[in-house]
């Protein structure tokens, strides 16, 4: 038995997230019937989080185990070519049999991709969300630095979130100003429901002027997601890269029983 | 009556190309079908060209003809709203009656995109067409040149042309190196069919090594389809910018009758 790591990105605009369910087109979905049949054995696909619909990745991490004899050299051609072109394996790798996409994943970075040219390019409209207003990137920065640290981030989740604690940490917050466009970059131990998406839609109305930076602090301590802004929507959103502790002997093969 | 000169840009991909078809999904379908419901007349869309399924553009030209009462300078907001996310008009202006998308174009500048990372980044899947290779981009430049100039340009279209004068002008052509991208910018009087995407097919073989620069003159001279490289795909194709001579009064009302 190996346990073979995949980097994968994705287009999401045509899935319906990642999280596999019946009759829908998910990353998850798609990845375990192409494997299924490539190795003839029922593949489980474990990802180091899911993706709403419509949300992309450029470094999303999965895991899989397999019996199968097919070198994991071989894969990152075989899946190329099986893959639908709206999936591109980046990596693929064996990894110790205690290693694990979800539970192993230390951080995760992810980017919101506001387009605020005025007539948006048509080249970017399923990766960013089109807002043609000058922000000031100045004060959403500073709004963006109130955030890091260890908080109740109940106010940035989905009320609709069942899970009891909310308590994440941010590691960093930056807002990346390009020619036509606002990038916002957000690293954390982890993230609640909708949290990257509410974060955005809150740092654009600083953006904006709608808001002050300073508001950030109590929007925190309220621990009610009406005091946030609104949550933006997913085509801009993209889970850049999941960040895990370097295994101690990765040149060496892994046996896992 | 109005002219009204119209800039699109679009995405492709989903399109059966430009010109209307009876149950595709058409560039030109879908601007008359918003347009005739919009001004309760039936509106004709005149392109300056057609493009082919999966070809964008950037800066496409076309023109209708309208006694609706609606100010110009509201189509554009008007139809950003009312076309899909796929079409974008990027301007829109009265233009003199004598004016005809096609027919007073001067010159077209079309770009064909290569990618030529080793992995296919997932954001330029639908805009490049993706060839993991180094390519000499000097070479291509000095076969490129050799284009320049006017030909008959029989070798380079489809064999399937019934159009029987196959001269044309070309005034540029350029090779641009990006990072993980080479594009081919070529700006001519006119292009016969698949044109632009046998110059691609055939310069990517002078990059690859497969053939020199040099063999451009005798590809021209022999005016055999066979003679050229293969007709690479539609997706990388997008035509940049149509040309006119601007209109000498275009502060003014112009009135067509």
């Known amino acids: 038995m190996k346990k073979i790591k995949l980097v994968i990105a994705y287009d999401g ?4 997230g990642f999280q596999r369910q019946p009759d829908k087109r998910t990353i998850q979905g798609t990845l375990e019937k192409v494997l299924s049949q490539l190795t003839g054995e029922e593949i489980q696909i474990y ?3 899911r993706t709403d619909a419509g949300v992309h990745a450029l470094g999303q ?8 004899p097919i070198p994991v050299d071989k894969y990152l051609y075989i899946l190329r070519r099986l893959l ?7 990596s693929c790798e064996e990894v110790p049999c205690d290693f694990h996409a979800r539970k192993s994943a230390y951080w995760k970075t992810y980017r919101y991709q506001i387009e605020t040219s005025r007539i948006p390019h048509i080249f970017m409209r399923r990766f960013y969300t089109h807002r043609p207003f000058v922000l000031d990137t100045k004060a959403m920065q500073e709004a963006g630095q109130l955030l890091l640290g260890t908080y109740d981030f109940t106010s940035f989740c989905s009320a609709k979130t069942v899970i009891e604690d909310r308590v994440r940490t941010i590691y960093d ?17 982890g ?3 909708n949290m990257v998406r509410i974060i955005a839609g809150t740092l654009y109305e600083v953006g904006r002027g709608i808001r002050s930076a300073q508001e950030i602090v109590q929007i925190l301590a309220a621990k009610d997601r009406t005091k946030a802004g609104p949550t933006f929507p997913p085509e801009g959103l993209i889970l850049l890269q ?3 502790v370097p295994w101690q002997d990765s040149a060496t093969h892994f046996s896992c029983k």
């Open 191 to 193: 993230f609640l429901y």
């Open 13 to 16: 605009t045509d899935f319906s």
């Open 61 to 68: 991490v999965c895991h899989f185990s397999t019996n199968s």
């Open 173 to 189: 917050c930056q807002i990346l100003k390009e020619s036509n466009s606002i990038l916002i970059e957000v690293t954390g131990n």
């Open 47 to 49: 990802g180091s989080g």
């Open 242 to 244: 999941v960040g895990y």
């Open 84 to 90: 639908p072109r709206d999936i591109v394996v980046q």
